[in-house]
C-alpha cells in the first residue's frame, strides 16, 4: 500500500470488474446511439451559477452538495453534480437550437461530483449515462426516452426494477395547486426546516422520506387531482405511448421535483434489490430550464441513470454479463531468439484485430503457462528453440488441451479465421 487512499466517497474501478462498468455504460448508451442521439461531451466543472440557476438554489444539491471553489483567476466554479444543466448550456452557446432541426437530441457519459454522505450506492463521485432531447414538446419524446431506458436496463438481464411515473403540471395548473398544498402543509406539526421548505419548495416536502412526515401527508391535495386539460391530455399521451410500447409504470403521485421549470412528465427507475438507495435513475421534463439560463423557451425532455447503482443492481440480482474474453491469444517463447520472433508475431496478431497478449518478463514455460491460463486467453502459442528450426509455433487451445504445430508465416491468417 502506498501513502495514500482514494479520497472519502470514492473508489477505484479496476480489472476484472471494470469491465462491467464499461459494459454498463455501453448498454445503457447503446438504444440512445441506435434513436438519433448524438454524442456530446462537456467540461467537468462550470461556472457555479449555472448549477445554481440550472438545479435550482433550493436544492439539497446546490445548498449543500457542490464542490464549489474560486480559481487562481478569481472565477466561480463547481465541479459537475449533474448533466442536464451543462449539456444545455453546451447546445445554447453553439447555437444547435438555430440549426432548423428541433429536437437536438444528446447523450452523455461521464463523472459527477456531489459531497454527500458516503454510504453503499451512494458516492462523492460517481458515474452517469444521460440523454436530452432539447426544443419539442411532443409526448412521443418523453415515452421515448422511457422506452430506451426501459430497453437499456433489460438489455443488461435486469428485472426487478420499476418505473414511477408523475406529472408535475405547467405554468397554468401548478401555481394553484402550490398554493392548495401550501396551504395544506402549514397546517401540519412540521420542524422548521421543513417549514421553511414548505415556502420555497412546498412539493419537495411531499418527497420527504421520514414516517412522520409521510405520516401527515396522507390527506394532501394532490397534482393530479389539479391538472389543467392540456397537462391531463399529455400525461394520458405518454401513458398510453408507453402501454402500447409494452413498457409497464406505475403512477406515483408523490414523485416531485421542487423547481418551477421542471414541468408535466417526471418519472424515477427504482430497483427493489438497492435498500435506501434504490433510485437507479430519473428524469423528465424540464420546460423552463432553458430560460432560467439565459436562452429562448426551449421545452425538454431528458434522463439521467447511474451507472454505479445499475452495476450494484445487477450484483443484487446475480446478473453477470456475458462478456468477451479481453485476451484471445497468449503467447509464450522459450529462448532469447525466439522472443524477439514471436514478439513480431504478436505485433501482427494485433494489428490484424486478434486480441493479443505477450509473458513478460523472460518466464519460464511454467511460469508462463500460467500467465496464459490466467489471462483467460482461447489459445496459447509456444515457440520454442526446436520450433524455431521447423519454422513453426506450437498452438495450443486452452479449452481442449490440444496441441498442433502452426508454420509460423500462416499463423495470422489460421488464428485471425478461427477467431471470426
Ligand atoms: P437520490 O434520491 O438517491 O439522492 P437523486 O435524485 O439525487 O438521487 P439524480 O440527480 O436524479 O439523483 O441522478 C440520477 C441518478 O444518478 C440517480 O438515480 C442515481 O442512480 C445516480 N446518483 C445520484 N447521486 C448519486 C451518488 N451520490 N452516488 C451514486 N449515484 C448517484
Ligand atoms: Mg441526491
Not at 36 to 60: C, H, I, K, M, Q
Not at 201 to 225: E, I
Not at 310 to 332: I, K, N, W, Y
Amino acid at each position: 500500500m502506498s501513502t495514500f487512499q482514494a479520497p472519502k466517497g470514492t473508489y477505484d474501478l479496476l480489472p476484472p470488474s471494470s469491465a462491467t462498468y464499461l459494459a454498463v455504460r455501453e448498454a445503457i448508451s447503446a438504444p440512445l446511439r441506435n434513436s438519433g442521439y448524438g454524442y456530446v461531451e462537456t467540461p467537468g466543472f462550470e461556472n457555479v451559477e449555472l448549477f445554481a440557476r440550472g438545479v435550482g438554489e433550493s436544492t439539497d444539491i446546490v445548498t449543500k452538495e457542490m464542490y464549489a471553489f474560486e480559481t487562481k483567476g478569481g472565477d466561480r466554479l463547481a465541479l459537475r453534480p449533474e448533466g442536464t444543466a451543462s449539456v444545455l448550456r453546451a447546445a445554447l452557446e453553439a447555437n444547435l437550437h438555430k440549426a432548423g432541426n428541433l429536437p437536438v437530441k444528446l447523450w452523455y457519459s461521464g463523472s459527477y461530483y456531489r459531497y454527500e454522505r458516503p454510504q453503499k450506492g451512494r458516492y462523492r463521485h460517481f458515474s452517469q449515462v444521460g440523454a436530452e432531447a432539447i426544443g419539442a414538446e411532443d409526448p412521443a419524446l418523453d415515452a421515448e426516452l422511457i422506452i430506451l431506458a426501459d430497453q437499456a436496463y433489460r438489455s443488461l438481464g435486469l428485472r426487478d426494477f420499476r418505473i414511477l411515473l408523475n406529472s408535475l403540471g405547467d405554468k397554468e395548473c401548478r401555481p394553484a395547486y402550490r398554493e392548495a398544498l401550501q396551504d395544506f402543509l402549514r397546517g401540519l406539526d412540521l420542524d422548521e426546516d421543513t417549514r421553511r421548505r414548505v415556502d420555497i419548495n412546498p412539493l419537495r416536502v411531499l418527497d420527504d422520506k421520514r414516517a412522520d412526515v409521510q405520516k401527515q401527508l396522507a390527506g394532501a391535495p394532490l397534482l393530479r387531482d389539479h391538472l389543467c386539460d392540456a397537462c391531463r391530455a399529455y400525461h394520458q399521451e405518454v401513458r398510453e405511448l408507453l402501454s402500447a410500447a409494452g413498457v409497464a409504470f406505475e403512477d406515483d403521485e408523490k414523485l416531485v421535483r421542487g423547481l418551477d421549470y421542471y414541468t408535466r412528465t417526471t418519472f424515477e427507475f427504482v430497483h427493489d434489490g438497492l435498500g435506501s438507495q434504490s433510485a437507479v435513475g430519473g428524469g423528465g421534463r424540464y420546460d423552463g430550464l432553458s430560460e432560467m439560463i439565459g436562452g429562448p423557451a426551449l421545452p425538454s425532455v431528458g434522463w439521467a441513470l447511474g451507472v454505479d447503482r445499475t452495476v450494484l443492481a445487477l450484483e443484487a440480482e446475480g446478473v453477470t454479463l456475458d462478456l468477451p474474453a479481453t485476451t484471445s491469444v497468449f503467447a509464450v517463447p522459450i529462448g532469447e531468439e525466439a522472443r524477439r520472433r514471436l514478439f513480431g508475431v504478436v505485433t501482427q496478431l494485433r494489428k490484424a484485430g486478434v486480441a493479443t497478449d505477450f509473458a513478460y518478463g523472460g518466464k519460464g514455460l511454467k511460469a508462463a503457462m500460467k500467465a496464459a491460463n490466467r489471462s483467460g486467453a482461447r489459445y496459447a502459442l509456444v515457440l520454442g528453440e526446436r520450433d524455431l528450426t521447423e519454422g513453426v509455433a506450437q498452438l495450443k487451445d486452452m479449452e481442449s488441451g490440444e496441441q498442433e504445430p502452426v508454420a509460423l508465416d500462416a499463423i495470422v491468417e489460421k488464428l485471425g479465421s478461427r477467431l471470426a
